[in-house]
């Protein structure tokens, strides 16, 4: 079965531009969550998808979006990048959402913000 | 806020040798897990913890759950070089749906 899959995996911007990542899940699986990581904050939340609607979501500001089509897979976007949006963005997915449900996680997106 | 603090953050020791690794959380939850992360890549999940007194083993590494003080350990059984990494636990709150909460990790350096 195969795993979960981001792409692009490594991404360079400059500031002020604007970046869609994507996300797809292992098959079956209908939630979708993302995180961000970088060395100052650690690994933070930012929001989770299931059949298509936002159940969840972080405390960071309006620029991060996301969504979730009928097929699972998600897309989040960064408008305005700052430097501080230079991270790991990771992807996680699980068979549906709520606590009991075991999250795999994606190898990540690497976006360096210039 | 669900709060999750590990220690130590950074661990070095010498192959052959023991240690744990803390884990508290500040609220109730139902489910923890433990993660192991390769520099540059992503999270290898190690175990999952259901329940009071679960307690979990793979190879050298096992880790217990204790709801009742809200602390999770992972112990370290004569460690080796290939298990350097970084270690995450993670929580789940009762209303966090899916939500995972993270500590600040603990960067495991085993030196031959």
């Known amino acids: 079965k195969a795993g979960v899959t981001q792409t692009p995996r490594y991404l360079i911007k400059t500031r002020g531009q604007q970046v869609t990542l994507s996300c797809s899940p292992i098959s079956g699986h209908r939630s979708v969550s993302w995180y961000q990581q970088t060395p100052g904050q650690g690994l933070q939340f930012l929001f989770e998808y299931f059949s298509e609607t936002q159940r969840n979501k972080g405390n960071f500001p309006g620029r991060f979006s996301g969504r979730q089509f009928s097929n699972s897979r998600s897309e989040m976007n960064v408008s305005t990048l700052e430097l501080g949006d230079s991270a790991l963005y990771l992807c996680?997915?699980?068979?549906?959402?709520?606590?009991?449900?075991?999250?795999?996680f994606g190898p990540g997106t690497r976006l360096t913000v210039l | 806020e669900l709060k999750v603090e590990q220690n130590p953050l950074f661990l070095s020791m010498q192959e052959g040798k023991n240690y744990t690794i803390y884990c508290n959380y500040s609220t109730t939850s139902d489910r923890l897990y433990w993660y192991r992360q390769d520099p540059g890549k992503s999270l290898e999940s190690l175990f999952v913890?259901?329940?009071?007194?679960a307690v979990k083993q793979e190879g050298r590494l096992m880790a217990s759950l204790d709801t009742k003080a809200r602390l999770s350990t992972l112990h370290i059984t004569a460690a080796v070089h290939d298990l350097s990494a970084t270690y995450f636990c993670a929580v789940v709150g009762e209303t966090s749906g899916s939500r995972l909460t993270f500590g600040e990790g603990t960067q495991l350096t085993v030196n031959p």
């Open positions: 913890l259901l329940s009071n007194g």
């Open positions: 996680a997915s699980s068979m549906t959402s709520g606590v009991y449900n075991e999250q795999f």
